[in-house]
């Protein structure tokens, strides 16, 4: 590169951009700044749900979960959120209520 060149970096959708994201060849010709590294998005662990769980562990972007209620209980909501490009899980975490069965006689 020449001297005083400028490189300005960026990342798809989805990843997060860590280190220099502008760096200029300097006159030593190394670059300044930090090396720039692009990494998936992480949605963290999602919500727990009472009496029920989780399945699935890819908290990355795109990643899905689905949420399973323990016998004797209904899910309430979506079962299924997938980790979106703002590093949120979609939708709202669905609730697990007790199955009521009707007695006739």
Same mark, same amino acid.
């Given at each position: 590169?020449?001297?005083?060149?400028?490189?300005?970096?960026?990342?798809?959708?989805? =990843?997060?951009?860590? !280190? /220099?994201? %502008?760096?200029? *060849?300097?006159?030593?010709?190394?670059?300044? +700044?930090?090396? &720039?590294?692009?990494?998936?998005?992480?949605?963290?662990?999602?919500?727990?749900?009472?009496?029920?769980?989780?399945?699935?562990?890819? =908290?990355?972007?795109? !990643? /899905?979960? %689905?949420?399973? *209620?323990?016998?004797?209980?209904?899910?309430? +909501?979506?079962? &299924?959120?997938?980790?979106?490009?703002?590093?949120?899980?979609?939708?709202?975490?669905?609730?697990?209520?007790?199955?009521?069965?009707?007695?006739?006689?």
């Amino acid at each position: 590169m020449v001297f005083g060149a400028t490189a300005i970096f960026s990342c798809n959708t989805g =990843y997060t951009l860590v !280190g /220099s994201r %502008v760096r200029e *060849c300097m006159s030593n010709g190394l670059w300044s +700044g930090s090396q &720039v590294q692009c990494l998936a998005g992480h949605c963290g662990t999602p919500e727990p749900i009472v009496n029920g769980q989780i399945i699935g562990e890819n =908290y990355n972007y795109r !990643g /899905s979960v %689905v949420y399973q *209620c323990n016998p004797g209980f209904r899910l309430i +909501g979506v079962s &299924v959120r997938i980790c979106e490009q703002d590093h949120r899980w979609s939708g709202r975490t669905p609730v697990c209520v007790r199955k009521y069965t009707e007695i006739v006689t």
